[in-house]
């Protein structure tokens, strides 16, 4: 640590942090003042369905995203069938997928008038809906199904990250006490992987609470649409802000049990790395299982959704490759460029001042700016659209007072509310990219720039910067994809006459033409690929 830290680093750490504070600072100052009618007749009519809508699906999602990843990471991690070295990145595919796409293409198959219930009415002869029972895909379950599909692999990748790293002392010492595969799994490998799958299950249960495209499209009202619905149904942002408050309260609470409840829980184990021969060797029927278990989850959440993407786009080709498909694209980059390169510099600053300040509440910056990517989308304008409301009346009465013509809306009228509310999301990605990327730096590099007599801007720009490249530009990469792909801030921040790619393949979906925005969708996807490559070859190296 470097003791003669100038405060000035410890200012700048601080302004950074109260700017990405703001908005959450805003939500609550927000959600205490009074608008008592529209509050209460939420509160005796929707809310407690809102409510409870929210949690059934946080919970479902949770409990099948688990269901489904565990046995795709355990056949990964410790088994050995045909396959296995491709399935172990192909089933992280699915998260380059939208949700909402998965939605309105099983939705095309499964409802009434699609091929599935059609194919069945001929089959069987039916004649009318009343002689035969086919589940609603339009429901909360329907919901739950297809976010499960897309947010499982958060929990097969910390899943199988915690199977590969447990000790193969451990896994020889089942063995020779005659432990079947089984029984090792059951006894073994599930409690020691208990902290990783926590972390998963409140990961996805964050992104189904902050999911709002695919349960508009669902027609399920949760907290996400009421808070959407209230702003500008109900026209009244105040009340809005106190339903945000509440998804927040469910957010943190979510959070803080899933650390209570692992709070005393300590894990101590000799790393060893697997070999091949410390896997699994399945054979015969067993080899198939795990082989078409992998398969079909790869083909019901990644495969058929984009072949039929890629039909709809060759099919209407035509219609799809105009300007407005070039000029989305292209607004989608810049937007995503900007928050990347912002966010990756933000991250720097406050990770080398938690890296080399002795004061504590300089270690506190990175972890407050990181509080944002729990916001979700629509609680997340409206907490960035409050205080840069307020800025740009504040101006305009300012120019007013001196006799000038004032500017308009100068921040909530430009693309610069969406960079910054991008900016105030993500910057938890970069920062958690930097965190890693600092901790193989070794401190004895930092005593010895010291002795060298180097000041702490030429230890950042001359060690620092050359040995956290990768880590900069995996999080520029990971941040530049959650920007293409973030779609409820977007929607509810974007400039008057402004559309990016998600926004536009949002309004097909929701008229119910996604044909003419399936190109438009294949760049999303094809793009979100990029750094799901990346991170599998990263894990593969570090295992």
Known sequence: MILGLTRGWSLTGYAITAILLLPLLALIVQATLPDEAVFSHLFNTVLPTYIFNSLILMLLVGFGSLMIALPAAWFIARCEFPGRRYFQWLLLLPLAMPAYIVAYVY????????????????????????????PAIRSIGGAAIVLSLV????????ARTAFMEQSSNLLHASKVMGCAPWRSFWRLALPMARPALAVGVALVAMETAADFATVSYFAVPTLTTAVYDTWLGYGSLTAAAKLSAIMLLVVFSMVGVE??????QQLFQKQARLDESDRYRLTSIKAWA???????????????PFAVLCGYAIDYFAESWDVRFWQYSLNSLYIAAIVSAVCVVLAVLLMFLRRVSPRPSDHLTSRLSSTGYALPGTVLAIGVLVPLTYIDFAINDVMEWFGAQGPGLLFT???????????VRFVAIAIGSLENSYKRISPSLDMASITLGQSPMQLLSRVHLPLLRKGMFAGALLVFIESMKELPAA?????????????????FVS???????ALAAIVIVIVGLIPLIYLNRSLEQSH
């Open 107 to 134: 939705t095309d198959m499964l409802d009434y008038a699609g091929p599935v219930q059609r194919a069945l009415r001929a089959w069987f002869e039916w004649q009318t809906p009343h002689e035969y029972y086919f």
């Open 151 to 158: 947010l499982f692999p958060y929990i097969y990748l910390l």
């Open 259 to 264: 650390r209570f409840a692992r709070r005393k």
């Open 290 to 304: 795990a082989w078409i278990y992998c398969f079909s989850l790869l083909t019901v959440s990644f495969l058929l």
């Open 413 to 423: 009228g430009s693309v610069f509310t969406l960079v910054f509310a991008f900016c």
């Open 491 to 507: 929607l509810l921040l974007r400039p008057i006459g402004f559309e990016n790619l998600a926004t536009y393949v949002f309004q």
């Open 511 to 517: 008229d119910e033409k996604l044909e003419h925005g």
